[in-house]
C-alpha cells in the first residue's frame, strides 16, 4: 500500500546523484556535478529542464551536501522585500560557509528583482541552486547569469521512464503488471516529465485499491484507458516548446520541406497553439524568406488568416494548411529582410544628412525662394517615365540595398533594375 501521507513520486526521490535517472552526463559517475558536490566551496548554479526532468532532486542532493542548513524557496511566493530581509540576517550573522539557498521556479522574479541576490552572491553571503523551466538565457538577466553556471536537462526518454516505471514497482511491491503495450502507452502520456508518470501510476493503484480492478493482475492498453483516461498532451504555450515547435516549422517552410512543414504544423494543432501566432508568423515567412520571389506567399498568408477568422476551428484551420504549403513550395529570397537590415543601418550612419532639395514641395513662396524643390523632374513628362535624378541625401553616395534574387518574380525585377540602372548611367 502508499503511505497515504507522503506521495509516491516523493517516497521514490533519489538520495544520492548516482540514482538520479536519465541525466547521466551530470550525475553519472563520470558527470560534472560528481566533481562539483565534493568541493568544499559551494558554487552557484541554475539546473534548466523541462517539469520532471530531476531539477528539483538534484537541487536537493547538492545542496544537502554543502549545507545540512539550507533552506528552499519558491520564487512564486516569496516576496523580493522578504528575500532582501533575509539576505541582509544572513549577512550580519557572518557565517563560516554560505547558506544555501534553493530557489525553484526562479525565472519568476523579474529582471530588477533579480538584481536582489547579485551582492549577496557577489560577496559570499549565499549560494544559490536556482531550478527553472525557462531557458535562463531569456529569463534571467545577464548579471545574474553572469553570477551562476546553467546546467541544462533533458526530458526523460523511453529507457530512463521505464526504469523509473520498474523502480516504482519495485518500491510498491505490487503483483501488478503492464502490459508491454500499456507500459509504452503510459510512458508516452507522461511526455518525458517523470513526476507525472509517478502520478499516473499512483492514481492507477488508487483506483486498484477501492476494488475497480477486479482482481486484474496483468493490465493491458485497454484497462488502462478505463482507469486513467486520455491524457491531454503537455504543452507550454510561453515556454520552450511553444517557441521551438514555430522555429522548426519556420525553418522547414524556409527549406521548401513542404511534408517536414504540414507534420510540424500537425504537432502545433494537436496541442492547440493558437492558430493566431501561427498565422502572424506565416504573414512574417512571407516577407523575410520569399518576399518578392513570389508576391502571392504574402496575399496567400493574409487570405488564410482572413479565412480563419470566419471559420475558425477545425473548418479554418485547412487555409492555414494550403497557407503552409504554398509558402514552403514558392521560390525563396531573403532579398527584402537583407535589403531593410543594410537600409536601416544606413540610416543609422546618416541620420543627420539632409534630403535633396529637389525631392522637397515648395507650398509657400517663402520655401520657393529657398530652392524647395528647385530641379525636380516629373518622370511621367520623360519619355521612359524614368528622370534618372538621385534620392539619396547629397552627402550620402549612391548605394545597392536591395539585390533580387535570380529566382522567381525577382528575376523579373533584377532585369528592371539593371534597366534603369543603364538609363541612369546613359543619362
Not at 204 to 223: F, K, R, Y
Not at 255 to 270: H, K, P
Not at 327 to 352: D, F, M, R, W
Not at 391 to 416: S, W
Request: with cysteine; aromatic share 8%.
Amino acid at each position: 500500500m502508499i503511505p497515504s501521507h507522503k506521495p509516491l513520486a516523493e517516497l521514490l526521490r533519489p538520495a544520492c546523484l548516482e540514482e538520479v535517472i536519465g541525466q547521466e552526463a551530470l550525475c553519472g559517475s563520470d558527470g560534472v556535478l560528481q566533481e562539483w558536490i565534493k568541493t568544499d566551496r559551494p558554487l552557484s548554479l541554475v539546473l534548466w529542464g523541462p517539469p520532471g526532468s530531476g531539477k528539483t532532486t538534484i537541487a536537493r542532493i547538492l545542496a544537502q551536501a554543502w549545507d545540512p542548513m539550507w533552506e528552499s524557496l519558491s520564487a512564486i511566493t516569496a516576496s523580493a522585500a522578504d528575500l532582501k530581509r533575509r539576505f541582509e540576517v544572513l549577512r550580519q550573522q557572518k557565517r563560516f560557509k554560505p547558506q544555501v539557498l534553493f530557489m525553484d521556479e526562479v525565472h519568476h522574479f523579474n529582471r530588477s528583482q533579480q538584481d536582489i541576490f547579485l551582492p549577496y552572491l557577489e560577496d559570499g553571503t549565499i549560494v544559490l541552486i536556482g531550478a527553472t523551466t525557462q531557458n535562463p538565457s531569456f529569463a534571467l538577466n545577464p548579471a545574474f547569469l553572469s553570477r551562476v553556471s546553467v546546467f541544462a536537462l533533458s526530458g526523460l526518454g523511453e529507457d530512463p521512464m521505464a526504469q523509473l516505471l520498474g523502480r516504482a514497482f519495485a518500491h510498491l511491491n505490487s503483483r501488478l503488471s503492464l502490459t508491454a503495450e500499456a507500459s509504452a502507452q503510459l510512458i508516452h502520456w507522461a511526455s518525458g516529465d517523470g513526476r507525472v508518470l509517478i502520478s499516473m501510476l499512483e492514481a492507477i493503484m488508487a483506483s486498484l485499491s477501492q476494488g475497480e480492478a477486479n482482481g486484474i493482475n496483468v493490465l493491458t492498453l485497454d484497462q488502462l484507458q478505463k482507469i486513467i483516461g486520455q491524457r491531454p498532451l503537455g504543452f507550454d504555450r510561453t515556454g520552450d516548446d511553444h517557441y521551438n515547435l514555430m522555429s522548426t516549422l519556420h525553418k522547414a517552410v524556409r527549406a521548401s520541406d513542404v511534408d517536414g512543414a504540414l507534420y510540424w504544423l500537425a504537432r502545433m494543432f494537436q496541442v492547440g497553439e493558437d492558430r493566431a501566432y501561427i498565422l502572424r508568423r506565416l504573414v512574417r515567412m512571407a516577407s523575410e524568406d520569399i518576399g518578392l520571389a513570389d508576391p502571392q506567399g504574402l496575399t496567400q498568408s493574409i487570405a488564410a488568416w482572413q479565412a480563419f477568422e470566419r471559420l475558425g476551428v477545425p473548418e479554418g484551420d485547412l487555409a492555414i494548411v494550403q497557407a503552409v504549403i504554398y509558402l514552403a513550395s514558392a521560390p525563396k529570397s531573403n532579398a527584402i529582410y537583407k535589403a531593410q537590415k543594410v537600409a536601416a543601418g544606413l540610416a543609422k550612419e546618416t541620420a543627420h544628412a539632409a534630403a535633396p532639395m529637389h525631392s522637397l514641395n515648395a507650398p509657400t513662396g517663402l520655401m520657393a525662394d529657398m530652392g524647395y524643390g528647385d530641379g525636380y523632374i516629373y518622370d511621367h513628362d520623360t519619355p521612359e517615365a524614368f528622370s534618372g535624378q538621385c534620392y539619396f541625401p547629397p552627402k550620402v553616395q549612391r548605394q545597392v540595398l536591395y539585390a533580387p534574387v535570380e529566382r522567381g518574380f525577382e528575376r523579373d525585377i533584377a532585369k528592371r533594375l539593371a534597366y534603369w540602372k543603364n538609363l541612369r548611367e546613359r543619362g
